[in-house]
Protein backbone atom coordinates (compact mmCIF):
# COMPACT_ATOMS: atom_id res chain seq x y z
CA UNK A 1 0.00 0.00 0.00
CA UNK A 2 1.60 3.47 -1.34
CA UNK A 3 1.05 6.77 0.50
CA UNK A 4 -1.90 7.82 -0.94
CA UNK A 5 -3.72 4.62 -0.10
CA UNK A 6 -2.53 4.84 3.15
CA UNK A 7 -3.74 8.51 3.63
CA UNK A 8 -7.31 7.35 2.17
CA UNK A 9 -7.45 4.55 4.59
CA UNK A 10 -6.56 6.99 7.11
CA UNK A 11 -9.02 9.72 6.18
CA UNK A 12 -11.91 6.83 6.04
CA UNK A 13 -11.06 5.72 9.30
CA UNK A 14 -11.36 9.03 10.69
CA UNK A 15 -14.35 9.74 8.79
CA UNK A 16 -16.01 6.33 10.31
CA UNK A 17 -14.39 6.77 13.87
CA UNK A 18 -15.73 10.35 14.13
CA UNK A 19 -19.66 9.13 12.77
CA UNK A 20 -19.59 6.02 14.72
CA UNK A 21 -18.81 7.70 18.15
CA UNK A 22 -21.23 11.06 17.63
CA UNK A 23 -24.33 8.73 15.88
CA UNK A 24 -23.47 4.95 15.88
CA UNK A 25 -22.83 4.86 19.45
CA UNK A 26 -25.77 6.49 21.32
CA UNK A 27 -28.19 4.82 19.03
CA UNK A 28 -26.31 1.60 20.02
CA UNK A 29 -26.41 2.26 24.00
CA UNK A 30 -30.30 3.28 23.49
CA UNK A 31 -31.12 0.23 21.83
CA UNK A 32 -29.29 -1.52 24.40
CA UNK A 33 -31.01 -0.15 27.22
CA UNK A 34 -34.02 -0.83 25.35
CA UNK A 35 -33.26 -4.45 24.75
CA UNK A 36 -31.57 -5.27 28.02
CA UNK A 37 -35.05 -4.13 30.20
CA UNK A 38 -37.10 -6.81 28.72
CA UNK A 39 -40.08 -6.52 25.79
CA UNK A 40 -42.79 -6.18 28.76
CA UNK A 41 -41.14 -3.39 29.52
CA UNK A 42 -40.94 -1.99 26.44
CA UNK A 43 -44.41 -2.53 25.81
CA UNK A 44 -45.66 -0.91 29.05
CA UNK A 45 -43.74 1.81 28.39
CA UNK A 46 -45.44 3.01 24.97
CA UNK A 47 -48.97 1.89 25.92
CA UNK A 48 -49.36 4.22 28.87
CA UNK A 49 -52.41 6.49 28.18
CA UNK A 50 -49.51 8.97 28.44
CA UNK A 51 -47.45 7.49 26.18
CA UNK A 52 -49.89 7.13 23.86
CA UNK A 53 -51.78 10.85 23.78
CA UNK A 54 -48.10 12.11 23.39
CA UNK A 55 -47.38 9.89 20.27
CA UNK A 56 -50.81 10.99 18.94
CA UNK A 57 -50.00 14.79 19.70
CA UNK A 58 -46.49 14.81 18.50
CA UNK A 59 -47.81 12.78 14.94
CA UNK A 60 -50.62 15.76 14.90
CA UNK A 61 -48.31 18.75 15.62
CA UNK A 62 -45.45 17.13 12.78
CA UNK A 63 -48.24 16.43 10.17
CA UNK A 64 -49.70 20.03 10.38
CA UNK A 65 -46.36 21.69 10.92
CA UNK A 66 -45.10 19.79 7.21
CA UNK A 67 -48.37 20.23 5.74
CA UNK A 68 -47.54 24.65 6.09
CA UNK A 69 -43.98 24.45 5.17
CA UNK A 70 -44.82 21.86 2.34
CA UNK A 71 -47.10 24.61 0.52
CA UNK A 72 -45.29 27.75 1.63
CA UNK A 73 -42.13 26.23 1.13
CA UNK A 74 -42.61 25.51 -2.23
CA UNK A 75 -43.91 29.24 -2.99
CA UNK A 76 -41.22 31.07 -1.35
CA UNK A 77 -38.62 28.76 -3.51
CA UNK A 78 -40.46 29.55 -6.51
CA UNK A 79 -40.39 32.97 -5.52
CA UNK A 80 -36.28 32.91 -4.44
CA UNK A 81 -35.49 30.92 -7.95
CA UNK A 82 -37.77 32.42 -10.16
CA UNK A 83 -37.88 36.18 -9.76
CA UNK A 84 -35.60 38.47 -9.60
CA UNK A 85 -36.49 41.72 -7.03
CA UNK A 86 -35.54 43.87 -4.70
CA UNK A 87 -35.24 42.36 -1.04
CA UNK A 88 -34.81 38.67 -2.58
CA UNK A 89 -31.13 37.93 -0.91
CA UNK A 90 -32.93 38.92 2.28
CA UNK A 91 -35.50 36.93 1.91
CA UNK A 92 -33.38 33.33 1.43
CA UNK A 93 -31.52 34.60 4.77
CA UNK A 94 -34.74 35.12 6.63
CA UNK A 95 -35.72 31.54 5.09
CA UNK A 96 -32.03 30.21 6.63
CA UNK A 97 -33.01 32.02 9.98
CA UNK A 98 -34.25 28.75 11.75
CA UNK A 99 -31.25 26.84 11.35
CA UNK A 100 -29.08 29.54 13.31
CA UNK A 101 -31.78 30.51 16.30
CA UNK A 102 -32.03 28.60 19.23
CA UNK A 103 -35.34 26.71 19.35
CA UNK A 104 -35.36 28.10 22.94
CA UNK A 105 -35.14 31.83 21.17
CA UNK A 106 -37.83 30.75 19.14
CA UNK A 107 -40.12 29.30 21.38
CA UNK A 108 -39.46 33.01 23.58
CA UNK A 109 -40.53 34.87 20.06
CA UNK A 110 -43.47 33.42 19.95
CA UNK A 111 -44.77 34.04 23.54
CA UNK A 112 -43.97 37.63 23.32
CA UNK A 113 -45.96 37.80 19.94
CA UNK A 114 -48.64 35.24 21.11
CA UNK A 115 -48.45 35.45 24.98
CA UNK A 116 -52.31 35.80 26.06
CA UNK A 117 -51.05 38.33 28.44
CA UNK A 118 -48.55 40.59 27.31
CA UNK A 119 -48.43 39.46 23.45
CA UNK A 120 -48.87 42.05 20.20
CA UNK A 121 -51.51 39.69 19.19
CA UNK A 122 -51.74 37.30 21.70
CA UNK A 123 -54.61 39.44 23.90
CA UNK A 124 -56.84 39.79 20.92
CA UNK A 125 -56.41 36.75 20.00
CA UNK A 126 -56.96 35.49 23.58
CA UNK A 127 -60.20 38.00 23.85
CA UNK A 128 -61.99 36.26 21.02
CA UNK A 129 -61.41 32.40 22.35
CA UNK A 130 -58.41 31.73 20.34
CA UNK A 131 -55.22 30.60 22.21
CA UNK A 132 -52.01 30.18 20.72
CA UNK A 133 -49.16 30.17 23.25
CA UNK A 134 -49.64 26.59 26.00
CA UNK A 135 -52.10 24.95 23.30
CA UNK A 136 -51.52 23.13 20.05
CA UNK A 137 -51.71 25.99 17.51
CA UNK A 138 -48.60 27.55 19.08
CA UNK A 139 -46.35 24.30 18.89
CA UNK A 140 -47.41 23.87 15.43
CA UNK A 141 -45.89 27.55 14.59
CA UNK A 142 -42.99 26.68 16.58
CA UNK A 143 -42.45 22.96 14.84
CA UNK A 144 -43.15 24.86 11.35
CA UNK A 145 -40.69 27.91 11.93
CA UNK A 146 -37.90 25.38 13.12
CA UNK A 147 -38.15 22.78 10.24
CA UNK A 148 -39.23 25.04 7.65
CA UNK A 149 -35.79 25.17 5.77
CA UNK A 150 -35.62 21.90 5.51
CA UNK A 151 -38.08 21.96 2.54
CA UNK A 152 -36.99 25.33 0.89
CA UNK A 153 -33.24 24.58 0.75
CA UNK A 154 -34.40 20.89 -1.00
CA UNK A 155 -36.23 22.37 -3.54
CA UNK A 156 -34.32 25.84 -4.66
CA UNK A 157 -31.43 24.24 -6.15
CA UNK A 158 -33.08 21.58 -8.18
CA UNK A 159 -35.24 24.87 -9.63
CA UNK A 160 -32.43 27.01 -10.19
CA UNK A 161 -30.50 23.84 -11.94
CA UNK A 162 -33.53 23.33 -14.05
CA UNK A 163 -33.77 26.65 -15.34
CA UNK A 164 -37.07 28.04 -16.65
CA UNK A 165 -37.12 26.43 -20.34
CA UNK A 166 -39.74 23.84 -20.46
CA UNK A 167 -42.07 25.85 -18.49
CA UNK A 168 -41.12 28.85 -21.10
CA UNK A 169 -41.85 26.08 -23.49
CA UNK A 170 -45.18 24.67 -22.11
CA UNK A 171 -46.72 28.46 -22.01
CA UNK A 172 -45.68 28.73 -26.09
CA UNK A 173 -47.69 25.57 -26.29
CA UNK A 174 -51.16 27.50 -24.60
CA UNK A 175 -50.88 26.01 -21.16
CA UNK A 176 -51.78 28.23 -18.09
CA UNK A 177 -50.25 28.79 -14.61
CA UNK A 178 -51.75 26.00 -12.76
CA UNK A 179 -50.98 23.64 -15.84
CA UNK A 180 -47.33 24.76 -15.93
CA UNK A 181 -46.81 24.21 -12.16
CA UNK A 182 -48.77 20.80 -12.41
CA UNK A 183 -47.16 19.30 -15.37
CA UNK A 184 -43.67 20.92 -15.00
CA UNK A 185 -42.74 22.18 -11.85
CA UNK A 186 -44.09 19.09 -9.76
CA UNK A 187 -42.34 16.73 -11.67
CA UNK A 188 -39.02 18.39 -11.25
CA UNK A 189 -38.73 18.99 -7.84
CA UNK A 190 -40.55 15.96 -6.17
CA UNK A 191 -37.64 13.91 -5.44
CA UNK A 192 -36.16 16.82 -3.41
CA UNK A 193 -39.83 17.94 -1.93
CA UNK A 194 -40.24 14.27 -1.00
CA UNK A 195 -36.69 13.97 0.61
CA UNK A 196 -37.60 17.95 1.96
CA UNK A 197 -40.90 16.43 3.55
CA UNK A 198 -38.96 13.54 5.50
CA UNK A 199 -36.41 15.86 6.88
CA UNK A 200 -39.04 18.30 8.00
CA UNK A 201 -41.04 15.13 9.35
CA UNK A 202 -38.03 13.86 11.27
CA UNK A 203 -37.17 17.60 12.64
CA UNK A 204 -40.79 18.30 13.58
CA UNK A 205 -41.39 14.69 15.42
CA UNK A 206 -37.88 15.11 17.45
CA UNK A 207 -38.32 19.26 18.53
CA UNK A 208 -38.10 19.67 21.98
CA UNK A 209 -36.77 23.45 22.32
CA UNK A 210 -39.32 26.00 20.98
CA UNK A 211 -42.48 23.28 21.94
CA UNK A 212 -41.08 23.23 25.43
CA UNK A 213 -41.46 26.94 26.04
CA UNK A 214 -44.62 27.13 24.24
CA UNK A 215 -46.48 24.39 25.23
CA UNK A 216 -46.19 24.56 28.99
CA UNK A 217 -45.37 20.82 29.07
CA UNK A 218 -48.62 19.70 30.56
CA UNK A 219 -49.69 16.33 31.12
CA UNK A 220 -53.24 15.00 31.80
CA UNK A 221 -57.02 16.20 30.36
CA UNK A 222 -55.64 19.07 28.14
CA UNK A 223 -51.71 17.20 27.79
CA UNK A 224 -49.30 19.33 25.46
CA UNK A 225 -46.82 17.08 26.26
CA UNK A 226 -45.05 15.39 22.89
CA UNK A 227 -43.11 12.05 23.14
CA UNK A 228 -39.59 14.44 23.34
CA UNK A 229 -41.32 15.97 26.23
CA UNK A 230 -42.05 13.04 28.17
CA UNK A 231 -38.94 11.72 27.66
CA UNK A 232 -37.19 14.37 28.89
CA UNK A 233 -39.83 14.39 32.16
CA UNK A 234 -38.88 10.58 32.56
CA UNK A 235 -35.41 10.70 32.38
CA UNK A 236 -35.47 13.94 34.57
CA UNK A 237 -37.86 12.13 37.62
CA UNK A 238 -35.84 8.96 36.77
CA UNK A 239 -39.19 6.85 35.65
CA UNK A 240 -38.66 4.13 33.41
CA UNK A 241 -39.54 3.82 30.15
CA UNK A 242 -37.32 6.77 28.98
CA UNK A 243 -35.25 4.68 27.08
CA UNK A 244 -38.49 3.18 25.37
CA UNK A 245 -39.50 5.89 23.98
CA UNK A 246 -36.65 7.47 22.59
CA UNK A 247 -35.92 4.05 20.74
CA UNK A 248 -39.37 3.99 19.27
CA UNK A 249 -38.50 8.15 18.27
CA UNK A 250 -35.13 6.75 16.82
CA UNK A 251 -37.19 3.72 14.81
CA UNK A 252 -39.66 5.76 13.06
CA UNK A 253 -37.12 8.57 11.97
CA UNK A 254 -34.46 6.25 10.64
CA UNK A 255 -36.88 4.18 8.74
CA UNK A 256 -38.68 7.10 7.13
CA UNK A 257 -35.26 8.89 6.16
CA UNK A 258 -34.26 5.05 4.52
CA UNK A 259 -37.21 4.18 2.92
CA UNK A 260 -37.24 7.92 1.27
CA UNK A 261 -33.62 7.61 0.52
CA UNK A 262 -34.07 4.40 -1.44
CA UNK A 263 -37.29 5.74 -3.14
CA UNK A 264 -34.89 8.96 -4.11
CA UNK A 265 -32.40 6.65 -5.33
CA UNK A 266 -34.60 5.05 -7.37
CA UNK A 267 -36.35 8.02 -8.84
CA UNK A 268 -33.60 10.02 -9.82
CA UNK A 269 -32.23 8.67 -13.17
CA UNK A 270 -35.38 8.74 -14.72
CA UNK A 271 -36.30 12.21 -13.21
CA UNK A 272 -36.02 14.16 -16.02
CA UNK A 273 -38.04 11.53 -18.54
CA UNK A 274 -41.18 12.91 -17.09
CA UNK A 275 -41.12 16.33 -18.07
CA UNK A 276 -40.23 15.80 -21.43
CA UNK A 277 -42.89 13.30 -21.93
CA UNK A 278 -45.59 15.92 -20.47
CA UNK A 279 -44.38 18.48 -23.54
CA UNK A 280 -44.08 15.89 -26.15
CA UNK A 281 -47.29 13.71 -25.69
CA UNK A 282 -49.25 17.16 -25.71
CA UNK A 283 -50.40 17.02 -22.40
CA UNK A 284 -50.33 20.63 -22.20
Keep these: MGSRGAGRFVGRFIALAYVAVLVLVPLVVVFWKTVSAGPSEFWSAISSHQAVTAFRLTAEISVAAVALNTVFGVGVALLIAR???PGRRLLSALADLPISVSPIVVGLALVLVY???DGWFGKGLHSAGIEIIFAVPGM?????FVSMPLILREIVPVLEEAGTEQEQAARVLGANAWQRFVRITIPIIRPALLYGIVLSLARSIGEYGAVLVVSGNVSG??????VPLLVSERIQQLEPGAYQLAFLLIVVT???IVVVNLRRT?????????HDAGLNEGGL
Design 83 to 85: HRF
Design 115 to 117: GPI
Design 140 to 144: ILATA
Design 221 to 226: ANQTQT
Design 254 to 256: VLT
Design 266 to 274: RDEPNNVEP
